[in-house]
């Protein structure tokens, strides 16, 4: 069992979305080549929510929230009931399965505290968790905080667009090897990958053969586009009994400022839940919470244009990456993340990354926080202005052949 400071040697920060201003500036002036490259500083480590405004209503009812008062402020650790039961009917016309309010829904403080809860409440010293990688570098870190063991299955991204490339018979070794739980996130966050019907339906019949549970991350899941194929729930497949869902309006909407997140499942999963959230953060902030009524029901055509918006600097961003020898990135089929593997170098990706911040005014997520087999790749939100996004990678691209071996 890992001591306290080795527990906490896992949770690094360093290069988490909004912590470059804390990292100490690396000696790069024996690898670095020639000048800076001037534009606007564009961070791609997450993504611009002035680029992309909250939904309609979302401030005014906010504001309703705080008038509301201590009404508002202090309400069930899970969630206001009324806003539960609502949300609950709207989770379940969107996902194809029936969902209690009252008994299989949590409200979290943002989607990551959702993350923490769910595996604090399935995971234990010694149990062995299946981990995708690449895959959101989060679900490691708690899954080792825990003390569970990781059992690693393969996501070959690349391998085409029909599948998100998902190994599964290493996925049914895990299972039959004693792995218990099952994180992965769809659409795939580092990669834009949407797992297929297919896919999905294979996972479904594991984890109920082998009586595993799965924590289903679906937070970009709105953000579809119109070439990326069907969508397929989890939970519409396999009920509620062993899948917990993720999701929240932190990145489609541009509501991450509000940190407001939720997670449903099995009743008795969604209790532990609640009774962690009680001694770690009480529950969602109270005020906020008013404004899950505006999720899941923008005005008519608001979504659409949204994913328009996106899948337009999608494309720009894609072209300018294929235009240069080596780089290879699969089509995003939802979200707002690029994954790009970047060709040999005469530097490190790690250095690269660095460079980019110091001759380019970029920032990027090194793919080593995904995946230790992924440290030649990099992760770009690209939810950001669209012209300052498309000149950013035009600067990459240029640095890419600056330093290329």
Not at 8 to 34: C, H, M, S, W, Y
Not at 137 to 164: H, M, S
Not at 344 to 359: C, E, N
């Amino acid at each position: 069992m890992a001591s306290i400071a080795e527990k906490f040697e896992t949770l690094k920060t360093d290069n988490a979305p909004g912590q470059e201003t804390r990292q100490q500036a690396a000696n790069l002036d024996d690898v670095i080549k020639g000048e800076t490259l001037v534009g606007r500083p564009v961070d791609f480590s997450h993504g611009d929510v002035d680029a992309f405004e909250p939904a309609p209503g979302a401030f005014e009812t906010f504001c309703d929230g705080v008038r509301a008062g201590a009404r508002q402020a202090y309400t069930e650790y899970r969630g206001k009931e009324e806003i539960r039961e609502a949300l609950a009917e709207r989770l379940a016309d969107f996902t194809g399965a029936p969902l209690s309010g009252a008994r299989e829904l949590i409200l979290t403080p943002g989607t990551q505290g959702a993350l923490f809860l769910t595996i604090a409440a399935t995971v234990g010293a010694g149990d062995k968790v299946a981990i995708v990688q690449p895959d959101y570098f989060a679900n490691r870190k708690l899954v080792q905080f825990f003390d569970g063991e990781i059992c690693p299955v393969q996501l070959d991204y690349l391998a085409g667009t029909d599948r998100a490339g998902l190994d599964l018979d290493e996925l049914e070794s895990v299972f039959k090897a004693g792995a218990k739980v099952f994180v992965f996130s769809n659409p795939s966050n580092p990669t834009g990958a949407i797992y297929s019907p297919d896919e999905i339906r294979a996972i479904a019949e594991l984890a109920s053969r082998y009586g595993v549970t799965v924590i289903a991350d679906q937070l970009y899941s709105r953000l579809h586009y119109s070439d990326g194929g069907p969508y397929t729930h989890l939970r519409a497949l396999a009920g509620s009994e062993n899948v917990v869902t993720i999701m929240g309006p932190s990145k489609t909407e541009s509501l991450s400022g509000y940190r407001l997140g939720a997670a449903f499942g099995p009743a008795k999963l969604i209790e532990r839940m609640e009774r962690l959230q009680a001694i770690v953060s009480l529950r969602a902030a109270g005020y906020n919470q008013s404004v899950l009524r505006t999720w899941l029901c923008e005005p008519e055509g608001w979504l659409e244009e949204r994913i328009r918006l996106h899948q337009a600097i999608r494309d720009d961003l894609l072209a300018t990456f294929r235009a240069a020898d080596g780089i290879a990135v699969r089509t995003p089929q939802a979200g707002s993340y690029l994954f790009a593997r970047l060709p040999a170098l005469d530097v490190s990706p790690l250095d690269f990354v660095r460079i980019l911040r110091r001759q380019a005014d970029v920032i990027v997520t090194p793919g080593s926080e995904f995946s230790p087999h992924t440290l030649d790749s990099m992760r770009l939100n690209f939810s950001q202005d669209h012209a300052a996004a498309k000149a950013a990678v035009e600067r990459i691209v240029e640095l890419v052949e600056r330093y290329r071996t």
